[in-house]
């Protein structure tokens, strides 16, 4: 006999299986971790990560937090857009700030996550639009919300966590899955696309470029020389390549790792970033924000950018300099904001991040 455990009071079809919970003490699989994906309803759970410096699964830590605000520094009744809403963190403190009077614009493109941060911000008084879209298209919204200008633009570049930890999108070498990689599921081609159709040279311009991997012409060789025997579709199949080619084995990289005092970056990290920039074309979209965010900014208003390598830095830090240098922007950061040791020991994640912002003229130009 089917007896109902749910409360709900319905009578359960003789097939039916209810999904299988993880009953141990430390879950490991993404799946088994059911509790972190709804942590609003396990608090206890939630302290207990963070104390960790882990974020649960199923959630973003805002980063730098504290330096958005106090730099970009939002006021009552003002228009915010943030250009990567996420989980909504950095989004939350800016309605915080700006009340029921200010509007923000919300983009993202990542339609899972973007529905969710919906809901989580849908009681906030504070107005809300929220577009599925590239932040290249800050400009056409702007006519479509009829407004004249944006007072803060802001942008907290790359992955969420939720992305990241998500094995079914391919984008951390720690979790098995396809190489997916796309943030948006519109893109037409995936991270294993990409791998088994670029030519070697292309591959290993991509890995040189958009990450420094020291070994880019090796690894794009590899590639192209093991796709002739099988396509490379999985997460595993092209980290065992990258330790090849590198000489390592899971043990020896483990035992490495032991013998560092600060632990060492994984030896497939820089090939799955570039990847993954490659797949979502990270750089075209930076390049065609900082191009328009001048023209989409209220005199006075700011611009922020939190970036997580060299190749968005050196983009942002470029655009702010020249910007001021032609009078476009009347103040710059002069140097790149990064994270206190104190953040990145509950954040680890952050430990990349650089905060750039710039202010525009007040007088129109
Ligand atoms: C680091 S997370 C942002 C986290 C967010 N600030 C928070 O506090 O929750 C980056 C987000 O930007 C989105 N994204 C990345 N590139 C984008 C682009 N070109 N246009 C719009 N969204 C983008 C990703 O899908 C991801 O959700």
Redesign the pocket.
């Known amino acids: 006999m089917n007896v109902d455990q749910s409360g709900s009071g319905e009578q359960q079809s003789p097939n039916h299986r209810r999904r299988p919970r993880y009953s141990g003490t430390h879950p490991k699989n993404y799946r088994q971790k059911y509790k972190e994906h709804n942590i609003a309803a396990h608090p206890d759970l939630k302290a207990h990560l963070r104390a960790k410096g882990k974020t649960p699964a199923g959630s973003?830590?805002?980063?730098l937090i504290e330096e958005v605000l106090g730099c970009l520094k939002p006021k009552p009744g003002q228009v915010v857009v943030?250009?990567?809403?996420?989980?909504?963190?950095?989004?939350l403190g800016f309605i915080k700030q700006i009340g029921p009077t200010g509007r923000l614009i919300a983009?993202?493109?990542?339609s899972t996550?973007l529905e969710r941060?919906r809901k989580r911000l849908g009681k906030e008084k504070t107005p809300i639009s929220f577009y599925h879209?590239?932040?290249?298209g800050i400009a056409n919204v702007l006519n479509k919300e009829k407004l004249d200008g944006y007072d803060i633009i802001f942008a907290?570049?790359?992955?969420?966590s939720?992305?990241i930890d998500n094995p079914e999108r391919g984008i951390s070498y720690k979790n098995e899955g396809p190489l997916d990689m796309r943030?948006?599921d519109r893109l037409k081609r995936t991270g294993a696309d990409l791998l088994n159709s670029l030519s070697e040279e292309e591959l290993g311009r991509a890995f040189w470029e958009l990450s420094d991997e020291p070994d880019y012409q090796e690894i794009a060789r590899t590639i192209v020389a093991q796709r002739g025997v099988q396509p490379i579709t999985t997460v595993s199949q092209l980290v065992r390549l990258v330790f090849a080619v590198k000489g390592l084995t899971i043990n020896s990289w483990k035992k490495k790792q032991r013998n560092s005092k600060f632990g060492s970056l994984h030896p497939a990290a820089r090939t799955f970033q570039a990847l993954r920039i490659l797949v979502?074309d990270?750089l075209g979209?930076?390049k065609e924000?900082l191009r328009l965010a001048p023209y989409c900014l209220r005199p006075g208003g700011r611009i922020g950018i939190i970036s997580f390598h060299s190749g968005e830095d050196r983009l942002v830090k470029q655009s702010f300099r020249d910007g001021v240098q032609t009078g476009i922007y009347q103040s710059a950061s002069q140097n790149a904001i990064v994270p206190r040791i104190k953040e990145i020991m509950s954040n680890p994640r952050c430990a990349s991040a650089k905060f750039r912002w710039a202010t525009k003229r007040e007088v129109k130009m």
């Open positions: 973003h830590i805002p980063v943030d250009c990567t809403v996420g989980y909504g963190g950095h989004s983009f993202d493109v990542d996550e941060t879209s590239n932040f290249a907290d570049l790359g992955v969420s939720m992305q943030m948006d979502n990270e979209s930076l924000l």
